[in-house]
C-alpha cells in the first residue's frame, strides 16, 4: 500500500492563493490515479481534482474549475493542488487521495488510499 501526508493548509482570505502538497510513501513504484477530495463541516466528502497515472490528463469539479490546478512530480512522489481566488466555500478539509484501479478517479468511492487531511479555512 501507499502512505499519503498532505500539507500546505492553511487561513487565508478571500482571494488568495495556497498550494497543498501531497507526498507518497511505500509502494510509490506502482502507478497511481491520484486526486484531491475535500469535506466541509457538516457535509459529505465531495471531489475537487483529479490527475491521471502520465500525469498528462486531469479533472475538475466545476466549482473549482479555472481556479485549481493539479500537478505531480512522479520523480518527487508527491502531488500538489495550486488554488487560487480562494472563496469561503473553498473552506474544507483537503484529502490526498490515491487509486491504483483506474486511470483517472472522479468519484471519491473509487480512490483506496488517503490521506490524513489538512484544513484550508478561507475568511472573507
Known amino acids: 500500500q501507499v502512505q499519503l501526508v498532505e500539507s500546505g493548509g492553511g487561513l487565508v482570505q478571500v482571494g488568495d492563493s495556497l498550494r497543498l502538497s501531497c507526498t507518497a510513501s511505500?509502494?510509490?513504484?506502482?502507478?497511481?490515479?491520484m486526486g484531491w477530495v475535500r469535506q466541509a463541516p457538516g457535509k459529505e466528502r465531495e471531489f475537487v481534482a483529479a490527475?491521471?497515472?502520465?500525469?498528462?490528463?486531469?479533472n475538475y469539479a466545476d466549482s473549482v474549475k479555472g481556479r485549481f490546478t493539479i500537478s505531480r512530480d512522479k520523480a518527487k512522489n508527491t502531488v500538489y493542488l495550486q488554488m487560487n481566488s480562494l472563496k469561503p466555500e473553498d473552506t474544507a478539509v483537503y484529502y490526498c487521495?490515491?487509486?491504483?484501479?483506474?486511470?483517472?478517479?472522479?468519484?471519491?468511492?473509487?480512490?483506496?488510499?488517503w490521506g490524513q487531511g489538512t484544513q484550508v479555512t478561507v475568511s472573507s
Open positions: 511505500g509502494r510509490t513504484s506502482r502507478s497511481y490515479a
Open positions: 490527475i491521471s497515472w502520465s500525469g498528462v490528463n486531469t
Open positions: 487521495a490515491a487509486d491504483p484501479d483506474h486511470f483517472i478517479a472522479t468519484m471519491t468511492n473509487q480512490y483506496d488510499y
